[in-house]
């Protein structure tokens, strides 16, 4: 698969898993492994930056009891509405392919 593709299709499925609770990097990244065995640990975190940096993402330190705090993703009022347009462009174009015939 074009890596540019896939690479839009994780960055959507990172906003989907924050969408009902905050996570933070590691329990976030071992998540989305669980569906894309590939994708390396560092493609997760360059995304997470990114969302962060345009906005969809903001994070919060959190004090662990385990080690070092822990960076908590949560999904901004921006980053939800930026979900639901790529769900909705997702949908469009998975419309689009089953048009001409491609079924999966």
Known sequence: MDAQLKKGVLEMCILYKLKDEPLYGYELMKSVRLSFPDVY????????????ASGYASITKIESPNGPARKYYHLT?????????MIREWKELVENVAAIGIRV
């Open 41 to 52: 640990e560092g493609t997760i975190y360059t995304i997470l930056r990114r969302l962060n």
């Open 77 to 85: 009022e921006e980053g939800q509405a930026y979900l639901n347009r």
